[in-house]
C-alpha cells in the first residue's frame, strides 16, 4: 500500500501515463488549406467564442473540444517519415525471433534508418517509397547492440556490438524503476525516517551519474536523490540535502548511499506551489484581458501526409524524434524569381544539451546533465497545453515511440505549428514630408512556428524553429520549469560569513539555486542551393588609413577567409574581433557574382569556461566553440556520441573535428551551441520565467534582391473580426 502510494507520486509517473495513452480517433491528414478556422464574416463583426467553437471544433484543441488521433493506421508517403505503429510492431516481432533476443532485452532506440542521403534528394513524391529500415538500439546482457532491421524482407541486416565506452539513452522503465529501488535498503528506509520524512512523502529522481573514471565504468549505474512532497506539488524546493544512492541501473542493487548533510534542514513547503489551482486570487496586479490571433480566413499552411508543411514561400518535412524532440528536413525555400524551390538546410536538429552545475561538492559533483543523449529529449517532450503553450490557431503533430519492449505508444500533441503576427514589421519606409512625396509602406511580419517542450525533470525547455518569409530561421530555445536547488542550513544573508562558499544564491529559506550553465548544441546540415557548400568567415577589422588619404584615420574593412579544414572552423565568438558566417555554394553565383549563402547569427550565448580536463568537459567539449562545421557523415550527428550515457569523451564533436578533415567545397554540416549562464535569483522560486535565447540562419546573397518586396501590406477590409470589446 505504501509502496503504491508511493509511486502514485514519483515525478515520472506522468510519463508513464502518457506513455500508456491509447491511441486517439482523429483526422489523419490536417485539412487546413480549405478550412476556415472561424466562422467570422466581414460582416459579423463580433465573434463570439461560442461561435468559434461550433465553426470547426476538430480544428480547436481546448481542452473540452480535444479531438484524438488515431494512428493505427498510419502508413508512410515520404522517405524521411517516422516509424509507424505498424511498422514498430514489425520490428518488435522480427526482433523477438531473433536468437540474441531470446533471453530479456531492452530496447533503447527504435527509429528510422533514414535511407541515403542522395537517395532522399532524388526522390520526388509520387515515386515508389525507398525501402524501410528501422535501426534499433538494444541492451542484451549489458551490451550495447546496434541493428538495422529491413521492413521489406522483415530480416535484420546489420548486428554489431558497440565497442564505445557509454550506454544509451535510458528507457523510461530505467528512470522510473531507479527512483523506487532504493526503498528495497533497509539503510536508505532508516535515514529517510531518521530525518523525520514519512516514506509515503518521498519523491526521487534519477540522476544521470556522469563519468568521473572509478565507479562508472564496466556497469550502468545511476544515482537518485530524494525530496519530500508533503504539503506541495513542487517536492524539487524541498531536497533531502546529501543523500545519494548509488544505484546499478541493471541489476536494482543499491552500490552505495552517500549519507551527508543531516544537520541540513528540509526546506519548508509554504509558498512552493505554482500550480493555479493551489493561488490565491492575485487582487495586486491587473489582469489581462484575454488575447488571441484570428485567421478569419484559416492558416496559410498545409501539412500534407502528415509531415510535410508547406507555409508561404517554405516547404520542409517535420517530424518528432525520441532523441533530439523535432527534427526538420529537406527545408527549401521558393525563389520569388523562378518560383522554384530552392534547397536551404537538408536536416537541423538538438543533438545535445550540456547542463553543469558549478558546485564540486559531493551530491552535487556528477550533476553534469546530457539531456537528449542521457534522457531522450524527444521522450521528455510532454503533451503540449493547448491556448497556452501554443496559440488557438495551432497544429499539433503527435509522436509515436517505441517503449523498451518494443511497444509502440503515442505521445500526443508533442509538437505544434502555428503562424505567428506578434505585431512586428517585417519591413518599412516612410518618406519625410520635406519629399512631398507622401510615402508609407509598411509590411507586417508573420511567422510559421514550430514548437515543442520537454521536461527533463525538473527543467523545462522550449524549442522553436521560426521560419519567416524573408528566408530567415530562427531557432529559439526558452528555459522555464523548476531549478534544482540545495538544502542549507542558511535562513539569511546576513547568516553566510564571507569565506562560505553558497555555490549560488540563497532563493528562500534554507534553498540555494546552485550556479549552472545550460548549452544546447544544434546540427545544422545546410545545403545551399545543393549538397557542395563551403565555410567562409568574413572578418570584420578595424583598418587605419594612410597618412594623407582621407579625414578619416580608421574604417572596418571585411575580409573573407574560406575553411579549407575541420580546425579552421573551430570558432569562438569576439565581440571585439567581430565576424560573419557564412555557409556558401562557391559553384552558384549571383546575377553579380556573389556566391550564393546563408549565415549562421549568433545571438545571446554564453561560452563554456570549464576546464578542457575536467572530466564533464571531456565528455562536453562539443561545447567547447560556438560554431564547428564537419564534413557530412551520417554517423556523425550526436555531438556527445551515439552513446553518451557514462561516455568519456572519446566521441565527441571536439574529437571529429581534430581530424581537421577538409570542409571547402563539399557536403558540410554547421554545429551551433547555445549557452546560458545561470546565477539563479530569487525571482526563479518557486518556477522560473521563462528565459530564451536564439540564433538566426539569415540568407546572404542567396537571393538577387529583397524576397518579400511584393507581399502586400495589411488593410482593414481583410481584417474584420472580433472588434477590440474595451475600446470598441
Ligand atoms: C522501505 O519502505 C518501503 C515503503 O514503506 C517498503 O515498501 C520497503 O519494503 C522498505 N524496505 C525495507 C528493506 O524494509
Ligand atoms: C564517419 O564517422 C565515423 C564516426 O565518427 C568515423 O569512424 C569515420 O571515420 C567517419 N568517416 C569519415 C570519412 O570521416
Not at 570542409?663 to 528565459?691: R, S
Request: charged share 25%; aromatic share 10%.
Amino acid at each position: 500500500m505504501e509502496g503504491r502510494s508511493l509511486l502514485r507520486f514519483l515525478f515520472l509517473l506522468l510519463s508513464v501515463v502518457v506513455l500508456l495513452v491509447i491511441t486517439w480517433v482523429r483526422l489523419p491528414h490536417a485539412p487546413l488549406s480549405t478550412a476556415s478556422l472561424l466562422d467570422c464574416t466581414l460582416y459579423s463583426g463580433w465573434c463570439s467564442s461560442k461561435n468559434r467553437l461550433q465553426a470547426t471544433p476538430h480544428l480547436l484543441q481546448n481542452p473540452q473540444h480535444h479531438t484524438r488521433r488515431n494512428h493505427d493506421a498510419d502508413v508512410p508517403h515520404h522517405p524521411l517519415d517516422p516509424l509507424t505503429v505498424r511498422e514498430l510492431n514489425d520490428v518488435r516481432a522480427i526482433l523477438s525471433s531473433h536468437p540474441r533476443f531470446k533471453s530479456s532485452y531492452a530496447l533503447h532506440s527504435v527509429v528510422l534508418d533514414e535511407p541515403d542521403k542522395p537517395l532522399v534528394l532524388r526522390w520526388k513524391k509520387g515515386d515508389p517509397l525507398l525501402p524501410r529500415k528501422a535501426s534499433v538500439i538494444a541492451l542484451v546482457d549489458g551490451r550495447s547492440h546496434v541493428l538495422t532491421v529491413d521492413l521489406t524482407s522483415k530480416r535484420v541486416t546489420r548486428h554489431e556490438i558497440s565497442s564505445s565506452s557509454g550506454y544509451p539513452v535510458m528507457t523510461i522503465d530505467d528512470m522510473t524503476t531507479a527512483t523506487v529501488a532504493p526503498l528495497a535498503d533497509a539503510n536508505f528506509n532508516r535515514t529517510i525516517i531518521e530525518r523525520g520524512i514519512d516514506l509515503a512523502d518521498l519523491a526521487c529522481l534519477p540522476i544521470s551519474s556522469g563519468w568521473f573514471g572509478k565507479a562508472e565504468e564496466k556497469r550502468r549505474i545511476i544515482k537518485v536523490q530524494c525530496y519530500s512532497m508533503k504539503d506541495t506539488a513542487n517536492f524539487y524546493m524541498r531536497p533531502i540535502e546529501g543523500l545519494t544512492v548509488l544505484l546499478d541501473m541493471d541489476t536494482k542493487e543499491v552500490v552505495e548511499i552517500s549519507d551527508q548533510g543531516r544537520n541540513v534542514p528540509i526546506p519548508k513547503a509554504g509558498n512552493t506551489d505554482y500550480r493555479y489551482s493551489a493561488m490565491e486570487p492575485n487582487r495586486e496586479m491587473k489582469l489581462l484581458n484575454p488575447i488571441s490571433i484570428e485567421q478569419p480566413k484559416g492558416p496559410s499552411f498545409t501539412i500534407e501526409d502528415g509531415h510535410w508543411v508547406k507555409w508561404a514561400n517554405w516547404e520542409f518535412h517535420l517530424k518528432p524524434d525520441p532523441r533530439s524532440g523535432v527534427i526538420v528536413s529537406r527545408a527549401m525555400i521558393r525563389d520569388p524569381e523562378t518560383g522554384n524551390p530552392r534547397n536551404v538546410m537538408y536536416k537541423g536538429l538538438t543533438s545535445e544539451l550540456f547542463v553543469p552545475y558549478m558546485d564540486p561538492t559531493d551530491a552535487w559533483y556528477f550533476k553534469t546533465y546530457m539531456d537528449a543523449g542521457e534522457y531522450g529529449f524527444g521522450l521528455q517532450a510532454m503533451p503540449l497545453d493547448p491556448l497556452n503553450d501554443c496559440p488557438r490557431n495551432a497544429y499539433y503533430m503527435d509522436g509515436v515511440f517505441a517503449a523498451a519492449d518494443g511497444m509502440p505508444y503515442v505521445r500526443s500533441n508533442m509538437v505544434c505549428v502555428f503562424e505567428r503576427y506578434a505585431g512586428d514589421i517585417g519591413w518599412r519606409h516612410s518618406e519625410s514630408p520635406i519629399t512631398g512625396m507622401g510615402i508609407r509602406e509598411v509590411r507586417p511580419k508573420v511567422t510559421l512556428v514550430v514548437r515543442m517542450a520537454a521536461s527533463v525533470a525538473n527543467y523545462d525547455y522550449i524549442v522553436d524553429w521560426e521560419f519567416q518569409t524573408d528566408g530567415l530561421i530562427r531557432v529559439k530555445v526558452g528555459l522555464s520549469g523548476i531549478l534544482m536547488v540545495k538544502g542549507t542550513p542558511y535562513e539569511n544573508m546576513n547568516q553566510v560569513n564571507k569565506e562560505d562558499n553558497l555555490y549560488g544564491t540563497l532563493l528562500s529559506e534554507n534553498v540555494i539555486g546552485v550556479i549552472h550553465d545550460h548549452y544546447v548544441t544544434f546540427y545544422l546540415d545546410m545545403d545551399v542551393d545543393g549538397p557542395d557548400n563551403s565555410f567562409v568567415k568574413v572578418d570584420l577589422r578595424r583598418q587605419m588609413t594612410a597618412a594623407g588619404e582621407s579625414p578619416r584615420t580608421s574604417y572596418l574593412k571585411a575580409t573573407r577567409h574560406v575553411a579549407k579544414t575541420e580546425k579552421d572552423a573551430q570558432i569562438q565568438l569576439k565581440l571585439y574581433e567581430p565576424s560573419e558566417f557564412h555557409v556558401v555554394n562557391p559553384s552558384k553565383l549571383t546575377r553579380v557574382g556573389n556566391p550564393v549563402g546563408y549565415k549562421v547569427v549568433p545571438g545571446g550565448t554564453a561560452a563554456n569556461l570549464m576546464d578542457h580536463e575536467d572530466p564533464p568537459q571531456k565528455r562536453g567539449a562539443f561545447t567547447n566553440n560556438q560554431i564547428w562545421v564537419t564534413p557530412y557523415n551520417r554517423s556523425e550527428q550526436w555531438a556527445g556520441g551515439s552513446f553518451v550515457y557514462q561516455s568519456q569523451g572519446e566521441d565527441t564533436l571536439a574529437v571529429w573535428s581534430d581530424r581537421d578533415r577538409a570542409i571547402e567545397n563539399k557536403d558540410i554540416v554547421a554545429w551551433y551551441t547555445l549557452g546560458f549562464h545561470h546565477i539563479p535569483c530569487q525571482e526563479d522560486f518557486p518556477i522560473m520565467p521563462t528565459v530564451s535565447a536564439s540564433f538566426d540562419l539569415k540568407p546572404v546573397n542567396f537571393f538577387e534582391s529583397n524576397p518579400i518586396l511584393r507581399i502586400p501590406p495589411n488593410v482593414e477590409a481583410d481584417l474584420p473580426v472580433c472588434k477590440p470589446a474595451a475600446s470598441a
